[in-house]
């Protein structure tokens, strides 16, 4: 466990000290959802109806930004096969290097969330809501973004292949996520939805990173 | 244990090619026969009192729409066995699968556009199958895409093996979610079938169709994996002569 907490502590501390990531991903987040107003037009009540798919679907967006990098540099410099040599479990290490993706890139875009439901007009009912459904969703996107990470690995045009891997993948988190953000919106329970969301992300912690680590084997042969 | 032996018994390269070479004449000729007859059988059935005679694009597009969930899932069976077995056959078979995979399930989205045109008005609606499939032919791009995308031709059958395992997991989750999501956006479905039970003068063509697919399926796999072994052979050979030669190609 030491060693699972020692390298989420390197990642991070390798996140802060380079800046990047994390930030980059909140201002694409920022910018890209403000873009949506000049798209369809300022009337409040359609950004109200819509706000929280736009949030949900340029958050998706903006947590694919940094994946490609999550396995690549320690692949280049040679830190990965120290990794999978080491004592520590190759699914742990991914598992690790995915709760360090999602504390810098989905940690701040749920945060981020609050100012651009303003810009957007979202009901303030509506808010904690999405913010749940966020925290319970990104995790999930992070999880499954390094399986797509682990399975591109040196491969050519990486970063446009992992989108075209991982959103089609994705699309559940989005349906359930939005769901349940919307359902204050209509009156209806969104009980369901969390508990769907919640039995994803149980269901993807186990999976996604053993097929991850199936990927990062075959890359380090 | 029997089974395992013979399993591997057949996937002997050399073995295959001997087994194929009597086996997908017949096949072939099944199928031409059978597509035949169910496109004679099509076009001979009566036009529907509903949706007249647009109703025979039903016999390709159903079809067409089984062939593709087919395919995903004999190529989900031939990664396993590439995955558990490492035999290079298997992985050959799955990557011919794809494309095939890939050109049912855009018949299916295409024919069922054509079909919403003249009957729903439209060319595309969200509607919860559509999406489905939708979905379906994605993954079969990135499947086919990242088998293509590294130098080593190993590690891209490795890699996308691997994927389309995850994709036979991802495949319920995603057919359950879009179902819930158009529940909720589209209370009412447009679909209009003839009525509960298809008429057999409708459902005997659909079935030799559906037939024909078939065997055009297991006749065009087989062909495309007997094509992929040659050609890993020819690429032998040309590297075995020009290291043989001491001539330099590259």
Partial sequence: MNAFVALVHRDLRLAFRQGGDGLMAVLFFVLAASLFPFGIGPEPQLLARVAAGIIWVTALLAALLALDRLFQTDWEDGTLEQLALSALPLELVVLAKCLAHWLVTGVPLILATIPVAVLLNLDLHELPMLLLSLLLGTPILSLIGGVGAALTLGARRGGVLLSLLVLPLEIPVLIFGVAGADAVLAGRESQAQFLLLAGMLAAALPLCPFAAAAGLRQALE | ?250
């Fill in chain 2, 1 to 250: 244990m029997a089974t395992t032996f013979n399993l591997h018994r057949f996937a002997n390269p050399a073995r295959f090619m001997r087994l194929t070479d009597v086996v997908l004449p017949w096949l072939s000729a099944a199928a031409v026969a059978s597509l035949a007859i169910g496109l004679v059988m099509a076009f001979r059935a009566p036009p529907d009192y509903q949706q007249g005679e647009t109703v025979r694009i039903m016999f390709i597009h159903v079809p067409a729409a089984m062939m593709g969930m087919m395919c995903y899932a004999c190529m989900a069976v031939a990664s396993a066995a590439a995955l558990i077995w490492r035999h290079p056959l298997a992985d050959v078979a799955a990557q011919a699968a794809a494309p095939l995979g890939a050109g049912f399930t855009l018949l299916c989205l295409v024919t069922g556009s054509l079909w919403g045109a003249p009957m729903w008005g439209t060319w595309w609606v969200w509607d919860a199958r559509l999406t489905s499939v939708l979905i379906l032919f994605f993954l079969y791009l990135g499947y086919i895409a990242l088998a293509n995308a590294f130098d080593d031709p190993e590690r891209g059958a490795r890699a996308a093996a691997i994927l389309s395992l995850v994709g036979v997991i991802n495949l319920p989750i995603i057919h359950f979610s879009v179902n819930w999501w158009n529940t909720l956006h589209q209370p009412a479905s447009i679909v209009r079938m003839g009525g509960p039970t298809i008429d057999p003068s409708i459902l005997h063509p659909l079935l030799i169709m559906a037939l024909a697919f078939q065997f055009i399926f297991l006749a065009l796999w087989i062909l495309r994996t007997r094509t992929a072994l040659v050609r890993a052979k020819i690429d032998t050979l040309r590297q075995r002569a020009a290291a043989a030669s001491g001539v330099d190609r590259g």
